[in-house]
């Protein structure tokens, strides 16, 4: 990772589109190397959010903020749901897309070491065609961390797996996301418990984000039997099936 991994305070924040407000004045506090969930229902604009943070859309109103008061352009990963690798290019040469775009010579050691990693040694000449929907994760996963982004923003990156695979992901994600700024969109309840340093629901009109409680101490993933864990999805659903 380059340089230290900042808090993201949102101030005032506010975006107009089309004519519509999709936030209006949002506060919130995202920790420092700390994995943030995100939660809300559909719609209400955490995709947006992302965006914003990610410098991919421009505040109508306010500013996202790092509070080492430099700016979040050019440290900021992304990883969304679809994996977004290109067919022809080599898992390897995937890893590394992000050298070649910016015409620096690729760190090829870098991407070997962290493919093995991932546990995807044996597979760096692969085409991403002829992988796994969870080893094409793992991949991007690569892919993000060969960036060494202090912020990773991450948009239900793990919704199209199955349920296994998910919760082999979190172990990895979790390890080697460790220390960086990160927020992961999720609608899964258990995800949200397993990987929350710290949870926010978005919601209400206007919409605000609201701190949940989390389900134990900052340790994650947190074992998918542990009690408070349980508790919490639970509580989590209850909230969801309300809103
Ligand atoms: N480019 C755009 N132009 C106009 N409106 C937009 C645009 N992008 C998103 N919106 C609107 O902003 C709102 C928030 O959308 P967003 O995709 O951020 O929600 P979300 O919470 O991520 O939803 P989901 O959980 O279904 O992915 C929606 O009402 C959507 O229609």
Not at 87 to 110: F, I, Q, Y
Not at 111 to 118: F, H, T
Not at 226 to 243: E, I, S, V, Y
Request: net charge positive.
């Amino acid at each position: 990772m380059t340089g230290r991994a900042p808090a993201i305070t949102l101030r005032g924040l506010g975006l107009s589109m089309d004519g519509q407000w999709v936030f209006r004045n949002l506060e919130g506090l995202f920790p420092a190397g700390r994995l943030t969930v995100l939660l809300g229902g559909s719609g209400i604009g955490k995709t947006t959010l992302l965006r914003l943070m990610a410098g991919l859309l421009s505040p109508t109103t306010g500013e996202v903020a790092a509070d080492d008061g430099l700016p979040l352009t050019g440290r900021v990963g992304w990883m969304g749901q679809n994996d977004m690798l290109l067919p022809w290019a080599r898992v390897e040469d995937n890893v590394m897309l992000g050298s070649r775009l910016r015409g620096e010579a690729p760190d090829r050691a870098r991407a070997r070491g962290l493919l093995e990693q991932v546990g995807l040694a044996q597979s760096r000449a692969a085409l991403p065609a002829s992988l796994s929907g969870g080893m094409r994760q793992r991949v991007a996963l690569a892919r993000v961390l060969y960036e060494g982004r202090p912020v990773v923003l991450m948009d239900e990156p793990f919704s199209a797996l199955d349920s296994v695979t998910r919760l082999r992901m979190h172990e990895l994600a979790a390890r080697m996301l460790s220390g960086c700024t990160t927020i992961l969109i999720t609608h899964d309840p258990l995800e949200a418990c397993r990987m929350g340093q710290a949870l926010f629901m978005m919601g209400g009109d206007p919409v605000r984000l609201s701190a949940l409680p989390v389900p134990g101490d900052a340790a994650i993933p947190r074992a998918v039997d542990d009690p408070a864990l349980l508790a919490a999805q639970a509580d989590l659903w209850r909230r969801m099936m309300a809103a």
